[in-house]
C-alpha cells in the first residue's frame, strides 16, 4: 500500500504541502505472482479476508466506520467515482461521480487516446480531484482499464494526470478488472445451484467470467477477456445508417466479430452448460441497465429500480432487435438512451446478443454495480486485515513488556 499526498491543483511550485485538506492516499494491489484466475488458491486468502470482512459480527466495530473510502474507475467511454464509509455489512455512499468522457473514442484507428478525448477526461477527473479533497478520505484506488492498456500513449496519459491533477491512476489487467467487477456484484445473483456467468461490457473490452457460488465470495472457474466495447465495436464497424437494410447488415457484422471472439471461452464453458432455466447471467454495464430501463418503460432512469432487476433473456433480445432497426436520431429520441448512447447502444445490444447464444439462461441479471463497488469492498476489506494484524502485533509487544 503506497500513500501519496492529495490532490492539490492550487499548489504552486516550492509551496509546503500541507494545509487543511483530508488525507488522501492511492491504493496500489502487488500483481499477483500467477495471474491466471483459474489458480483459485491464488485468490483464497484476499477473497476470505473480504467475506470476513464483511461479515455482520465485525463489521459493526470496524475501527474506520466514519473514515471515507474511494474508488475511482476510468474506462473507455465513462469516469466514475465512488467515495463511502462502512456500514453494517455493507458500505454507504456518501458522494459519487460520473461522466461520458469517451477517452477511447478514435482509439481503433490510431492506436493512440487523442487529444480531445484526454481534454475531456482531465477536466472529469479534475472534479473528482476536488471531490476527493472535500471528503476525510483514508484510502482511495484509482484504476483505469482497457483504453489506457491498448493506447500508445497511455503511460504518458497517467503521468500527466498524476501531474495535473494529483490521481495516480493504476492500469490494471484484464484479469484484475474481470475480478473487481464480480466482487462488485456477485451478491445480485440470483438464487440457484451450479455455474454462472457474470459479464461487464465496457467501453473497450468485455469481460466473462464463469463463477462458482462458494460462501461469501464466488470461485473463479474460468474467464475471457475480448477487446470489444461498445466504444471499439462502433469504431471497427463502418456505419450504415441510411436504411434499415444497412443498418441490420452492420449489426449482424458486429454480432459476427463478437461471436468469433468468444468462440475460445464458448468451447471451454460447454461442459459446465445446463438446460437453460437451471443456469444463471448476471450483467453489469450501461448497456444492460440501459436495454433493462426500456423493457421496464422507464421515463427517465432510475437505479433503485434497476439495479438487482431479474427479467426474460428474451425481452433483451427483442429490445436489442428493435434497437438495431432503429436510425439513430430515433434512438436519441427514446428515454435512457439520448445523445451519449444513441451511437453506442447497438453495439453493446450485439456483444449481449452474443454472450446470450453461448450462455443462453432464461433470466438475465442487471447490476448498476461493479468495479468500483469491487475496490470499495477490497480497500475496506484489506484496512481491516491490516489493522487486526498491527492490534495483534501491539498485544503481543505488550505482553513482553
Not at 339 to 362: F, H, K, M, Q, Y
Not at 377 to 396: C, F, H, K, P, T
Request: proline share 5%; glycine share 8%; charged share 25%.
Amino acid at each position: 500500500m503506497a500513500d501519496n499526498p492529495p490532490p492539490d491543483i492550487s499548489r504552486g511550485p516550492g509551496t509546503k504541502r500541507g494545509g487543511t485538506s483530508g488525507k488522501v492516499a492511492d491504493f496500489r494491489y502487488k500483481r499477483p505472482a500467477r495471474p491466471d484466475m483459474r489458480d483459485t488458491a491464488a485468490r483464497a486468502g484476499a477473497d476470505a479476508g473480504i467475506a470476513k470482512a464483511f461479515a455482520p459480527s465485525r463489521s459493526s466495530n470496524h475501527p474506520h466506520h466514519r473514515q471515507a473510502y474511494a474508488a475511482l474507475d476510468l474506462g473507455t467511454n465513462n469516469c466514475r467515482l465512488l467515495i463511502a464509509r462502512p456500514s453494517g455489512a455493507d458500505f454507504t455512499v456518501i458522494d459519487a461521480f460520473s461522466r461520458v468522457v469517451r477517452l477511447g473514442e478514435g482509439l481503433a484507428a490510431s492506436g493512440r487516446l487523442s487529444d480531445e478525448a484526454m481534454e475531456r477526461t482531465l477536466a472529469a477527473l479534475h472534479v473528482c480531484a476536488e471531490k476527493l479533497r472535500r471528503r476525510n478520505v483514508r484510502l482511495a484506488r484509482s484504476v483505469a482499464t482497457e483504453a489506457c492498456r491498448r493506447a500508445a500513449n497511455g503511460p504518458k496519459f497517467i503521468e500527466r494526470v498524476k501531474q495535473e491533477t494529483g490521481i495516480v491512476l493504476d492500469i490494471i489487467s484484464a484479469q484484475e478488472e474481470a475480478r473487481l467487477a464480480v466482487l462488485g456484484c456477485h451478491v445480485l445473483l440470483e438464487d440457484g445451484t451450479g455455474p454462472a456467468i457474470i459479464f461487464d461490457i465496457g467501453g473497450g473490452s468485455t469481460e466473462l467470467v464463469l463463477v462458482e457460488p462458494n460462501g461469501a465470495v464466488p470461485r473463479i472457474l474460468d474467464w475471457m477477456s475480448v477487446p470489444w466495447g461498445v466504444v471499439s465495436l462502433t469504431d471497427t464497424v463502418p456505419h450504415t445508417e441510411r436504411t434499415e437494410e444497412g443498418r441490420l447488415a452492420r449489426y449482424a457484422e458486429m454480432r459476427r466479430l463478437v461471436a468469433r471472439s468468444f468462440e475460445p471461452f464458448a468451447r471451454r464453458i460447454a461442459e459446465h452448460r445446463r438446460p437453460a432455466d437451471e443456469i444463471r447471467l448476471l450483467g453489469t454495464s450501461g448497456t444492460v441497465t440501459t436495454l433493462a430501463s426500456l423493457h421496464l418503460e422507464l421515463p427517465q432512469y432510475d437505479r433503485r429500480v434497476v439495479d438487482g432487476l431479474i427479467l426474460p433473456s428474451q425481452s433483451m433480445r427483442d429490445v436489442s432487435a428493435r434497437l438495431s432497426r432503429m436510425s439513430e436520431a430515433d434512438r436519441r429520441q427514446l428515454p435512457c438512451i439520448g445523445d451519449d448512447r444513441a451511437n453506442l447502444v447497438i453495439a453493446g445490444c450485439a456483444i449481449l446478443e452474443s454472450i446470450l447464444d453461448i450462455w443462453p439462461a432464461t433470466q438475465l441479471g442487471v447490476a448498476d454495480r461493479g468495479i468500483r463497488e469491487g475496490i470499495l469492498r477490497s480497500l475496506i476489506a484489506a484496512d481491516a486485515s491490516g489493522e487486526q494484524g498491527r492490534a495483534a502485533l501491539q498485544r503481543m509487544r505488550e505482553q513482553d513488556v
